[in-house]
């Protein structure tokens, strides 16, 4: 699904004189490298400030924590997703309220959260899946009405750019009151490890979230909180540093390779493309179709015999799963979702993929429906 090894080779001289430059410094914890990607993140992304830490599920724990929820609270997240937002609200014993998503983005339905909110919701976590955003500013006005938080959980979508109606333009994870970011190595700003950040525009939320991912201390041994110990290692920063100088040309590969996609399949009436939000720009971390009548499963076995890698994501829904089918609440009907979970298909998608490839994966995906038509 992605090809990290041949990406190296493009920036390998960079790479390495970057890794043994930190490896010779000896400063393996915090230090120049941490700090220095900081404050690369806040001129790529607009925020005001940013707070590295071990990983995008630390970064959606910390978020929630500083916020002082307490047990019971609710939190309205998608029903289709990675199970870690769920799994950072239920840590804290707090309650997941799974909302359906739109069918054509696949991110949250908008227009189904404020049916969701009840007298115990505190926040919201809009996950902006596969590369491009939720629909933030109607979000953000029933954020508003109903006082709640919002997380944006940005783990996919570094890069990608939301317009307002009035024309203001904000990039994803810094429109709620705080974003989080995920570095694992097949996002499209990985590192070669584990890695996370926290966005936030507010000064009071970045002090809580820095003293949480420091054992709760804002100078050393002096703990004013439960915290937890979360960093970001000088050696992932400094992955980071030379890998976010190309993320503008990561992206514009991805959104090639997408366009070649989307060129390829449009006549095949029996696969749906991925839709755009009108209001935000796609980063493309993932390339998702959808199989009509049912054949997902037959196409993707034939792919594979073909020796095309295809991925499901995501296979069952939140409140299908085992680990939170007793603590959910449902915010409503989640037929898209269901819907979405039995014909979702994820395509080779990635920085180094070229479009005679693509083209012969298109033929293979145009083979299959013959074949299991037969």
Known sequence: MVDLTTQYERIQPDMDKAVLKLIRSGKYIDGEEVTAFAEDLKVYTGAKYVI??????????????????????????????YAACAEAVALLRLTPVVV????????????????????????????????????????????RKHHLYVIEDNAQSIGSVYTFSNGVQKQAGVIGDMGILSFFPTKNLGCYGDGGALLTNNESLAQQLRMIASHGQAQKYLHERIGCNSRLDALQAAILRVKLRHLSAYVAARRKAAAAYDNGLKTLSWIETPHCLPASTHVYHQYTIKIKDGQRDAVRQYLKTQGVPTMIYYPLPLQ????????VRTGGDLSETEALCRSVLSLPVHTELEEEQIRAIVGKIEKSKSKHSQ
Do not use: W, Y
């Open 52 to 81: 590295p830490c071990a990983n995008g599920t630390d970064a959606l724990q910390i978020a929630l924590m500083a916020l002082d929820l307490q047990p019971g609270d609710e939190v309205i997240v998608p029903a289709f997703t």
């Open 100 to 143: 359906d998503v739109d069918p054509k983005t696949f991110n949250i339905d908008v227009r189904k959260i404020e049916e969701a909110v009840s007298s115990n919701t505190r926040a919201i976590i809009p996950v902006h899946l596969f590369g491009q955003t939720a629909d933030m500013e109607p979000l953000m006005e029933i954020a």
């Open 320 to 327: 299908e799963q085992a680990a939170f089918r007793n603590i």
